[in-house]
């Protein structure tokens, strides 16, 4: 019978990794900043449906690194279960962010929710974001030096 060690490695990101999380951070903010001030919703087509998938994405990759890290512990053959367990945070949050998007349209005058098409579109994006950021965040991790 084999044993596990008693605690598993700690992980942290690589510093290519933290570089990766902050600039997809940073390049989504102002993207979604950008679809607003610019109306770029309206004028492209495709402009909700990629800041969905990257912006879910880049936030799924951010978690992954610097909050779920020490949970992950992608080893002992369970990298697919650290990556599906990270992309259901990020489905999580896509979910969460087309209720807000519903309350608003309750509230707000306009039409931000644009029928029920629109929406599974939405989650399909989000899902495909989480998964990739997921992913992406498993190589971008380490694990710690030993102290």
């Not at 993207?31 to 495709?46: I, T, V």
């Not at 650290?82 to 087309?98: D, H, M, N, P, Q």
């Not at 707000?108 to 989480?130: C, F, N, Q, R, S």
Request: with cysteine.
């Amino acid at each position: 019978m084999t044993s596990l060690p008693a605690a598993d490695p700690v992980l942290e990101p690589t510093a290519w990794g933290r570089a990766l999380a902050w600039a997809l951070a940073a390049v989504m903010l102002v993207a979604n900043l950008a679809g607003y001030a610019l109306d770029l919703y309206q004028r492209f087509w495709w402009f909700d449906r990629v800041l969905h998938g990257g912006t879910i994405l880049a936030i799924t990759f951010w978690l992954g690194l610097f909050f779920c890290a020490r949970r992950l512990h992608p080893s002992y053959g369970r990298d697919l279960v650290a990556v599906l367990l990270l992309a259901c945070v990020g489905i999580a949050i896509g979910a969460l962010w087309e209720v807000a998007e519903w309350g608003a349209d309750l509230v707000l005058p306009g039409d931000v929710i644009k029928g029920k098409h629109d929406t599974i579109i939405d989650l399909i994006m989000d899902t495909a974001g989480a998964l990739a950021g997921a992913a992406l965040a498993m190589p971008c991790l380490r694990r710690r030096p030993a102290a």
